[in-house]
Nanobody, 124 residues
Framework: QVQLVESGGGLVQAGGSLRLSCAAS????????MGWFRQAPGKEREFVAA????????WYADSVKGRFTISRDNAKNTVVLQMNSLKPEETAVYYC?????????????????WGQGTQVTVSS
């Protein structure tokens, strides 16, 4: 069992930055691939970024490549999403998720555990 708690969301102007953190409970955190997804009102949840259990592999949605960076610290049971050059259309609730598998981790249904989400609002 893994419990996830996101933090770091808020209101930022377009072009600004935010750093989202996800704190995980459980001794097996290091065995999970971790991902970030977002969901805007009226839209489906979409993949943002993911990182393998070791941190050696990362994946990004094309829309965030070069602007967002995902990282993890297995000693601290945390995963971080650094978001730069934010755009108004990226306003959404951002979710942290944990997947016991390694395949298709850009797909939400592959994840076993989810946090409650943190609101990110980017003003124009």
């Amino acid at each position: 069992q893994v419990q996830l708690v996101e933090s770091g969301g808020g209101l930022v102007q377009a072009g600004g930055s935010l750093r989202l953190s996800c704190a995980a409970s459980g001794r097996t955190f290091s065995s999970y691939s971790m991902g970030w997804f977002r969901q805007a009102p009226g839209k489906e949840r979409e993949f943002v970024a993911a990182i393998s259990w070791s941190g050696g592999n990362t994946w990004y949605a094309d829309s965030v490549k070069g602007r967002f960076t995902i990282s993890r610290d297995n000693a601290k049971n945390t995963v971080v999403l650094q978001m730069n050059s934010l755009k108004p259309e990226e306003t959404a609730v951002y979710y942290c998720a944990a997947a016991s598998g390694f395949n298709d981790i850009t797909i939400a249904t592959m994840y076993d555990y989810w946090g409650q989400g943190t609101q990110v609002t980017v003003s124009s």
